[in-house]
């Protein structure tokens, strides 16, 4: 009978035929209690499906990553048996499991409301009292059709039909509740726990497809325990307070309409820190060896057919066609432009690296649905860099941009970086062999740096493998900013050269180089990190004098005067207001340093100074607090 093998190496006999739970029960009682599933031979199991013969096996349990999936979308069916108990006439699609929750669409009439989430949810939760026992089914495809449509599933037997014949259908059930699912599933409700939350509705076209009917999604968020949620939904209501829409508008930065979807409106304020971060970048580059060009935003397309860009990502891109039959598009990305730069003239391989950075502006066409804010746009700006590199260069360029991007992370308040190893996706350009030696250079600089990483596997460029660089926040979430991909397709494709020390023509390796991304979405995520109090340095209004009598006008005035001669951005605010006011009007406007000036500060030739988030006021001589200021941003602390 079967000798189950576990992770440690160690075997255990079983006399009989054997499952999961048994397996986990044998082994420790409290792992039976959080098993969820098995990890047989590299597939996920029910924990009651049977073994019969000799494998490796894993017990997944529920806090484990995959076991948070597997809750998820446990809830999900959990979820689609209390609506169709409550509503018997709504018919269910899909519900999976997504990053910290899930969703599930229906088709009904009549919208779902607030109200409705909070019956549905407590259906839930009597569900999961019932502890119904979870079977898995095999069924014959067409047989499963005919009984979903018979019960009036009509979209259920549709994803049905669209199965192969002859391919094993699996259902799972659930009191009265049977769903079409490859599995596995807990072995019954109760498992599930009531750590779970409905938190809202949507529209959602079935399949995707806008030309389809739109259904009603309602998502939902789940975990292993009341803990894991609790700290999840305060991180949602910090989020919501975050926001960097509602903060864009409070300090006054930017804004969208309807008749430029996915593109920003910048305002002074908001163009001015968007200027800062360019500034900065700008000098990080020129340190580092970078030369700063500009390439034209709209190309002809037969470049971009050339690179590779316009099998893979054609329908994302922006075309037009003039008056004289030419067909152009206008570009998602810069790096077609930059081997055009570097194709003039002769090139010898004792000019490589050649690093070329460009602020280029980028537009890719991204569904209405999918637009966020400055997360996701249409119209966007790049801080892209190419770097042009001999083979033998490979490692010790990538070395030396993951410890600047690293740097720069660290100067903007982001010390939790973590990087992802993305490798081939299915759709790509160039052989395996090239891509066998991409992988393997990147590899070998992530292992020489010393840097630590995980696996993404699937994930890369259609023309070369990448690292990701996440930032994690102040808040606990993870945003992907900063790329560097190995291309040794593109370059060849492009008919880009250099003189070898042999004195024959070699394609160059390209490096893909980001660091913000795109310098909107990396805006917005500076704006939540920080909560609208952005370092000193950045602040698009560093400081704002304040006065408390109009006797201090001119003294104000000229405060101000000579804080912009020392390079600061400073205003005054002279309006005949009460100065608790003006103190609390700038503070939500998230101005970092305010100076109240009076007649006592007159005659003292001093400032009242009051930093964002603080109630206790610094009385400092005037040059001493401009002097305490321009340190403090030129440090950029």
Request: charged share 30%; hydrophobic share 40%; proline share 4%.
């Amino acid at each position: 009978m079967p000798n189950i093998t576990l992770p440690d190496g160690s075997v255990r006999n079983y006399d009989t035929v054997t499952n999961g739970g048994e397996i986990a029960a044998s082994i420790g009682k409290s792992l039976a209690r959080d098993a969820v599933a098995l990890r047989v031979n590299g597939d996920l199991y029910d924990l009651t499906r049977d073994i019969d013969q000799d494998v490796d096996v894993e017990i997944i349990t529920r806090d484990s990553d995959d076991g948070l999936e597997l809750l998820r979308h446990d809830a999900a069916h959990v979820l689609a048996e209390a609506v169709k108990e409550l509503w018997p006439d709504t018919q269910v699609t899909i519900g999976p499991a997504i990053e910290n929750g899930f969703y599930y669409d229906f088709a009904r009439a009549e919208p779902f409301t607030d109200d409705d989430l909070a019956i549905i949810e407590k259906r839930m939760q009597e569900i999961v009292d019932r502890d119904e026992e979870i079977i898995r089914e095999e069924w014959d495809r067409d047989e499963a059709v005919e009984f979903f449509r018979n019960a009036g599933e009509e979209y259920k037997a549709e994803i049905i039909a669209g199965i192969p014949p002859g391919e094993p259908i699996t259902l799972y059930r659930q009191g009265d509740f049977i769903d079409l699912c490859r599995g596995p599933h807990l072995p019954s409700t109760g498992k599930l726990g009531k750590a779970f939350k409905l938190t809202h509705v949507s529209g959602a076209y079935w399949r995707g497809d806008s030309s389809n009917e739109m259904l009603q999604r309602v998502y939902g968020t789940a975990w292993a325990d009341r803990k894991q949620l609790q700290k999840y939904l305060h991180m949602l209501e910090e989020a919501e307070k975050r926001d960097h829409r509602r903060l864009g508008r409070i300090m006054d930065l930017f804004h969208f309409q309807e008749e430029a979807p996915g593109a920003v409106f910048w305002h002074p304020k908001g163009w001015s820190l968007f200027q800062s971060l360019v500034a900065y970048m700008r000098e990080q580059q020129d340190r580092a060896g970078y030369r700063e060009i500009n390439t034209p935003e709209l190309m002809d397309q037969s470049l971009w057919k050339a690179s590779g860009h316009w099998d893979a990502f054609g329908e994302n891109m922006y075309t037009t066609e003039t008056v004289d039959g030419r067909h152009y598009a206008i570009k998602p990305m810069n790096c077609p432009g930059h081997v055009q730069v570097f194709k003039q003239g002769i090139t010898s391989y004792r000019d490589l690296p050649y690093r070329l950075a460009e602020f280029g502006k980028c537009h890719r066409y991204e569904p209405s649905g999918a637009l966020h804010g400055m997360m996701r746009v249409r119209a966007f700006n790049q801080d892209d860099a190419h770097i042009f590199v001999t083979p033998e260069q490979i490692t010790d360029e990538s070395i030396a941009v993951c410890k600047l991007l690293l740097e720069i992370y660290n100067a903007f308040g982001f010390d939790d970086v973590r990087i992802k190893f993305a490798d081939r996706p299915e759709v790509r350009v160039g052989e395996d062999s090239v891509w066998d030696q991409a992988e393997a250079a990147l590899l070998k600089a992530l292992e020489v740096a010393g840097l630590d990483y995980t696996h993404n596997p699937g994930e890369g460029a259609f023309y070369g493998p990448k690292l990701e660089f996440v930032l994690r926040d102040a808040i606990g979430r993870d945003w992907q900013c900063g790329t560097l991909q190995v291309d040794l397709n593109m370059p060849g494709r492009l008919g880009a050269t250099y003189i070898g020390e042999d004195g024959g023509k070699h394609h160059p390796v390209m490096l893909h180089r980001a660091i913000f991304g795109s310098l909107e979405r990396f805006i917005g995520i500076l704006i939540e990190h920080h909560a609208g109090n952005l370092p000193l340095w950045l602040a698009p209004t560093q400081v704002q004098v304040l006065t408390i009598t109009s006797d201090a006008d001119d003294y104000a005035q000229s405060l101000v005067a000579e804080l912009r001669a020392a390079g600061l951005r400073a205003e005054a605010d002279l309006r005949n207001e009460k100065i608790n006011y003006k103190v609390r009007e700038h503070s939500v406007a998230k101005v970092p340093v305010l100076l109240a000036v009076g007649q006592r500060e007159v005659d003292e030739n001093t400032v009242a100074m009051r930093r964002l988030g603080s109630r206790q006021q610094q009385f400092l001589a005037r040059d001493e607090a401009l002097a305490q200021l321009t340190e403090e941003v030129r440090q950029r602390r």
